[in-house]
T-cell receptor, first 113, second 113 residues
């Protein structure tokens, strides 16, 4: 079956360092991948989308890559801050209706001051 | 512009009771979806709609009904609540093009005893 997998272990890093989160997909070829941020007790908030024909996408301190050979997307936050602490979710469309998404379980990022 | 609103925020039901979770959006989005989020499982799609009068099943539709009589509203009905339906429920809306960004509501925390 189609799956998205994210590292379920929390990622702890020091303020100012670059955080790198991984999203792997299996048994399908997504047309795009999305990344969301979720804070405790709130709904996810969209951050970035990267399409299959794009290698890299940037937005301020965020960078997303898409490697169709490795079936993987990497999400980077440069110059991380304690305010970046949250759970980050990867999502993609496995086919069919364009808003029919599957989500990874998310990776909790904790940025220590 | 309120975005996506959900009511109630919290609900406790007894096994066998029925209820409707309300969802409304004021962004004129074609697409709307319902997800449930459980620890270790991530967000799973219950039902979705690509427009008024059109609905389809997601990954975990059993025990839930939806209807879409207007563009704005997409209620989720639990027909006969079961403890396995204890979860946090999120409604989301998105456009039919562009980044397919999903806008999520604040969620409903449901406990079935």
């Amino acid at each position: 079956s189609q799956k998205i997998e994210q590292n379920s272990e929390a990622l702890n890093i020091q303020e100012g360092k670059t955080a790198t989160l991984t999203c792997n997909y299996t048994n399908y070829s997504p047309a795009y991948l999305q990344w969301y941020r979720q804070d405790p007790g709130r709904g996810p908030v969209f951050l970035l989308l990267i399409r299959e024909n794009e290698k890299e996408k940037r937005k301020e301190r965020l960078k997303v890559t898409f490697d169709t050979t490795l079936k993987q997307s990497l999400f980077h936050i440069t110059a991380s801050q304690p305010a970046d602490s949250a759970t980050y979710l990867c999502a993609s469309n496995p086919g069919g209706a364009t808003n029919k998404l599957i989500f990874g379980t998310g990776t909790l990022l904790a940025v220590q001051p | 512009n309120a975005g996506v609103t959900q009511t109630p925020k919290f609900q406790v039901l007894k096994t066998g009771q029925s209820m409707t979770l309300q969802c409304a959006q004021d962004m004129n989005h074609e697409y709307m979806s319902w997800y449930r989020q459980d620890p270790g499982m991530g967000l799973r799609l219950i039902h979705y709609s690509v427009g008024a009068g059109i609905t389809d099943q997601g990954e975990v539709p059993n025990g839930y009904n939806v209807s879409r009589s207007t563009t704005e509203d997409f209620p989720l009905r639990l027909l006969s609540a079961a403890p396995s339906q204890t979860s946090v429920y999120f409604c989301a809306s998105s456009t039919a093009s562009g980044t397919y960004e999903q806008y999520f509501g604040p969620g409903t925390r449901l406990t079935v005893t």
